[in-house]
Every structure is written in C-alpha cells, then in structure tokens.
C-alpha cells in the first residue's frame, strides 16, 4: 500500500473515530440528564392509547400522579406538558424564544395551507408582519376602538332577533351557539369585508357554523401520522381526508368572499381590512415581503374561524352555568340594574363599573377555557427547566385546562364561583396571558393575536345576553347537560338551546 493511500485511510480512521466518541459522548451525556417524569408507554404507540377521548383531563390525571412538568413518548416523538402556573411560565415567559415555533402536522398541512397562516407560520419576518397588520387595522386597542360602532349595530341586530325569537308561541327557544356564530361573523365580516356575510340566521349560517366547528375539532384530534411519521400516508384514522374535503369547502368560501370583495371595490369609500391586506400582495418591501392569494386565504381562514368559534364558546358556557347557577345570574342583573338601569342598552363603556360582570367572564376563562390544551409549540435547542432535560424538537403543550382546575391553585376549582375574583389577590389576575394562573389565550410571543378582541366581545355580548334578557331551559327540557366535547375550542356535547325572556323595555330592542 502507498503512502499516499496510507495517510488517507489513517484520515478516514482517525474522522471517523472522532465522530464515533463524539456521538456516543452526546448519547450518554443525554442519558445521564433527568427528563420530566412520565408514563412508560407501549412500544411503538408509546402513550398515544392512553390519552383517550378527552386527552385534556388525561394528562391532568396524569401531572396529579407525576408532577407538573409531564414527559411523553407520542410515536416517535417526544411531548413535555406543563400543568402549573410556575411550569408554563419557565416554557412560555423564560425559555418564550426557544419555544417560539409550531410543530408540524397534518392540521398545519391540510387546513392552514401548509402553515402559510398567522397560527402555524414559523416564527420571522412574514408571522412578524402578518401580526403588526392585524394588530394595527383589526385587533389592537386603537382598531378595536374603531370598530366599536361596528359590535354596537351588530349586537343589536342580535338582540332583536333573539326578541323574535322569545315572542314565538309555538317554540320560543334561541339556539346560542348558531346565534353567537351568525353575530360575530357579520362583526367581523363588516370589519374585513365592508359587509355581513350572512344577512340573517338560516342554512347558509348554520353551514359555516358547522364548517368551523368540524375544524377546531379534528385540527384538535391527536393524529397517529403526528407522531408516526412513517404511518402517516395510511392515515389510519380518516383524519387527513375529513381534512382535505373540509379544506377544499373553506377554500372555496374564501376565493368566493375574495371575488365578491374585488367586483365592488368601486363601492367602498374607504379601505376595509382585506383591502390593506390586498395591498401587500403588490408590495414587496419591508421585512414580511410579498403575500400571496394562498397568504391572504389563510389568514382569512385564521379570522373567521378562531374568531368566531373561541369566543362564542366561552359566552355559551357562560350562558349555561347562569342557567346552572341562577343566584349568580340575578346578582349581576342587579349591578347591572344599578349602574345602567332597564331604559337603556349596556354600552362598552359601562363595563368598566361592573365588576361582577367582569368576575364572571373571568370564572368562565378559568372554568371553560376556549382552548383546553394550547396550541403546540416545539423546542429548537436542548434546555432546563426545573432541572429537567427537555432535549431538542420536543413539543410542548400548556394544560390550560388543567390549570383552571387545580385545587391548589383555586378553593373548590369545580365550582362556578365569580366571587373568587372579586377578592383583592383575586381581582388583579388579568387574562391577557401575564397572570400564568388564567392564561385561556395563551401567553408569549405566540399568544392568541385576538386577545384583547376575544376579552372585549366576551364581556361585550355576554353582559348585554345577561342584562337584556332572563334564561332558562326549554320547557321540555328539566336538567342541563355539562359535557364537554374536545378540540381546539372547548364545546358543549351537546348543542345548547335555551328560552329567553325580555327584561328591559320593549322600545329598548
């Protein structure tokens, strides 16, 4: 063998060697690291089979047997849940940045246009620019102030309708989750569109309804192709196909509001939201560069979506533990009665001296979180968190459910009870995401960019449902069902109707 052979084959052995030791130094460093503590799994699956139905109150069973940092093997991926105020804030205030990315899956990839949204974008330039848009001409203070015009005519329109309704002999009796839905998507449509995208209540309505609802529950579903990677082509739930024809209904609404918003342009005396959003599509400077149809679609379907679904859902099980509670219902008709009396309609202006009104949106953010599980975000490099190991591209989820329900944190925590945030300590929990106790939106730079809007429409049209009319179950109907039906968005098993009666005066409405 010639020298020159000889040196080359030592190089190779000596690379080679190097790598060797390297890699098993980092295996064996890693193994020497403590990770959370968690449940064993089955080969394969790992954990997925035990997280059931309801995997929501699962791993809260499961952070009570191993603490609140919780470790998964989900398939061939790793999941850390944090169950505590003091675990979520390490994850999402302390180590924000590193876990400022989603997770890819198949929600992400059949819904969301292949993450091309304001939800699952990764984290940079154009999520940067998509959430400065939004938040300046839609869901900041100042957008949201312009548009209080907008939810005033619109809760308006509602509540005459619900009058029809409670005047009805033969069945007077409101649907809230089709009446939440109809209301804000023409708040939101006025807003986006120059237009109510639905003139009244009826099948159209009730098809976007059920549209939005099919996807927060299966983007929620804890998908096997998630997590197996290599089973994911035999989609062996039927969850990708439900996608893709749900996709393609979605995708077709949207190009159609886009085509209509066009033709009349020429009608608009003024931009409305999709107009400035448009307006990127032909600029391509500054940081977030040019935004294609595809772009615009998917932060449309983010809009009328998560904006219509996670906040009506808070108001009806609002709705529905006033029907429960009856007392606490009466009580905030009092305060209410007081400060604005029966001649008049609630005005956002007086929320401010309504306390009790505020405790019981509270209580519900806490009770009935809009979004039971955060949404999922990933791990771009190795960290600590309480001296536990959390290795690189291991997803993370906030039990925010589990939170709202822990007894140590909340005396009696399943019982709807307002007075607890009407104590001094109780009183100064805000839930824009800084107090990790009540965090329904989120918390971080991936926070639920509706947050102050959500706030501002649930306190809005819950007080006004509260002050303008009594509730009470159908006539043939003696007991409320409670269940809980899992997903993004926390909804009622059971679709809720109930019978209104008007307390105010007639000519009010």
């Known amino acids: 063998m010639d020298p020159e052979t000889l040196r080359e084959l030592l190089v190779w052995g000596i690379t080679w060697a190097v790598l ?49 940092i919780l470790y998964l093997k989900l398939g061939t991926s790793a999941m850390v849940v944090a169950s505590s105020p003091e675990t979520a804030k390490a994850f999402l205030k302390t180590l924000d940045l590193n876990f400022s990315n989603r997770p890819g899956n198949a929600g992400a990839t059949y819904l969301a246009y292949d993450s091309q949204d304001m939800v699952w974008a990764p984290y940079g330039p154009r999520w940067k620019m998509l959430r400065k848009v939004c938040n300046l001409h839609l869901l900041g203070g100042k957008a949201l102030d312009d548009w209080q015009p907008v939810r005033e005519a619109e809760m308006g329109h509602m509540l005459r309708l619900i009058l029809q309704h409670s005047s009805r002999r033969s069945n007077p009796v409101v649907n809230i989750p089709e009446m939440l839905n109809l209301s804000m998507a023409n708040m939101l449509g006025q807003i986006i569109l120059s237009k109510r995208v639905f003139a009244t209540e009826g099948a159209e309505a009730n098809e976007f309804k059920d549209m939005v609802v099919e996807l927060m529950t299966s983007a929620g579903l804890f998908n096997i192709g998630d997590f197996i990677p290599s089973l994911a082509w035999m989609d062996l739930q039927g969850i990708q196909r439900n996608m893709k024809k749900l996709h393609k209904r979605f995708d077709a609404l949207l190009t159609r509001m ?146 709202g329900r822990d007894p140590d944190l909340w005396e009696k925590p399943l019982e ?83 019978t209104p009666s008007p307390r105010l005066a007639l000519h009010v409405y």
């Open 20 to 68: 060797y030791v390297g890699f098993r130094y980092v295996l064996n460093s890693r193994k020497k690291r403590k990770l959370p503590p968690g449940p064993s799994g089955w080969p394969l699956v790992g954990s997925l089979p035990l997280l059931g139905p309801m995997p929501h109150v699962t791993l809260y069973n499961l952070a009570k047997k191993h603490g609140p």
């Open 258 to 403: 886009i085509q209509e918003h066009q033709s009349s342009s020429h009608l608009r005396r003024s931009q409305d939201f999709l107009d400035i959003i448009m307006s990127h599509r032909e600029n391509a400077d500054g940081d977030g560069g040019r935004l294609t149809d595809v772009h615009i679609k998917s932060l449309l379907l983010n809009l009328f979506t998560a904006g219509t679904d996670t906040s009506s859902s808070i108001i009806e099980w609002a709705v529905a533990e006033l029907i429960h509670n009856p007392e606490i219902a009466k009580r905030a008709q009092r305060e209410m009665d007081t400060v604005i009396g029966r001649e008049r309609k609630l005005k956002e202006s007086d929320i401010a001296n309504l306390p009790y009104l505020v405790a019981i949106c509270k209580e519900t953010f806490r009770k009935h979180p809009s979004t039971p599980l955060s949404l999922p975000r990933v791990a771009d490099q190795d960290c600590l968190v309480d001296g536990y190991f959390i290795p690189k591209d291991t997803k993370l989820m906030v039990n925010v459910w589990g939170i």
């Open 416 to 498: 709807f009870n307002p007075d607890r945030f009407l104590t001094p300590k109780g009183s100064k929990i805000d839930p824009r995401g800084n107090d990790f106790e009540l965090i329904p939106f989120g918390a971080g730079r991936r926070i639920c960019a509706g947050t102050r809007m959500g706030i501002k429409l649930v306190e809005y049209i819950l007080g006004s449902l509260i002050h303008s009319f009594n509730w009470d179950l159908p006539p043939n109907q003696k007991q409320l069902n409670m269940d809980e039906a899992f997903g993004l968005a926390l909804q009622k098993a059971v679709p809720f109707v109930a």
